[in-house]
């Protein structure tokens, strides 16, 4: 199956940093990327749909000005945390679709923000 | 995309056969049934899906019943490293629709020496 890579697979920040986390698809073009986040021991959540070459879709609660969200080529789509706070710590990760609109996930990204 | 219910978790003993069922009675006709799983702290992981006929994979079977509205994931011998959260998700497949992935809470399988 096609590849996804995320990076970086985990992160520490300080509280009122930003981080940012790169999502690649790496031997397809993605059109469309997705962000989700999961909590220890719940299922995943969808945050927010990228498309490439334009703005995201964020889900009903998600804050689009806190998680900046770039889908800048067909490879790439990045997602940025700002001003990060200890109830931003989660398991975050991408998902992109290829042609046959089949998703592959990256293998998620673990934000601790102390 | 319809909803799915299945049970919160399950155990299976190594070397054999893991059947996990999922119910999804109010599938519409163009919905497909998807099988993901997710190995502690890893993004999900495609196993198989199908429409309406059996399908058989190098990871596992799905069985969809006749009328659809349920199915069951077959892992043949399950190993220790099985143990992770089963998903099952039924959208629309295909081209621009059923984007984006809907999780429920999944089955917690357990895969015991």
């Known amino acids: 199956g096609a590849v996804v890579s995320q990076h970086p697979s985990w992160v520490i920040c300080k509280s009122g940093t930003s981080v940012k986390i790169e999502c690649r698809s790496l031997d397809f073009q993605a059109t469309t990327m997705f962000w989700y986040r999961q909590f220890p021991k719940q299922s995943l959540m969808l945050m927010a749909t990228?498309?490439?070459?334009?703005?995201?879709?964020?889900e009903q609660g998600v804050e689009k000005d806190k998680f900046l969200i770039n889908h800048a080529s067909l490879t790439l789509s990045t997602l940025t945390v700002t001003s990060a706070h200890p109830e931003d710590s989660s398991f975050y990760i991408c998902s992109a679709r290829d042609l046959r609109a089949e998703a592959f996930f990256g293998q998620g990204t673990r934000l601790t923000v102390v | 995309d319809a909803k799915t219910t299945q049970p919160p978790s399950m155990d299976c003993a190594e070397g054999r056969a893991a059947n996990l069922p999922c119910n999804h009675s109010?599938?519409?006709?163009?919905?497909?049934v998807y099988w993901y799983r997710q190995i502690h702290s890893q993004g999900p992981q495609y196993i198989i899906h199908?429409?309406?006929n059996n399908e058989t994979n190098e990871m596992a079977s799905l069985i969809i019943t006749e009328d659809r509205k349920s199915s069951t994931l077959i892992l043949p011998h399950a190993t220790l490293r099985d143990t992770a959260v089963y998903y099952c998700?039924?959208?629309?497949?295909?081209?621009?629709?059923?984007?984006?992935?809907?999780f429920g809470g999944g089955t917690r399988l357990m895969v015991k020496p």
């Open positions: 990228s498309n490439e070459g334009s703005k995201a879709t964020y």
């Open positions: 998700i039924v959208r629309v497949g295909g081209g621009n629709a059923g984007n984006m992935l809907t």
């Open positions: 109010t599938i519409s006709g163009n919905e497909y």
């Open positions: 199908g429409l309406k």
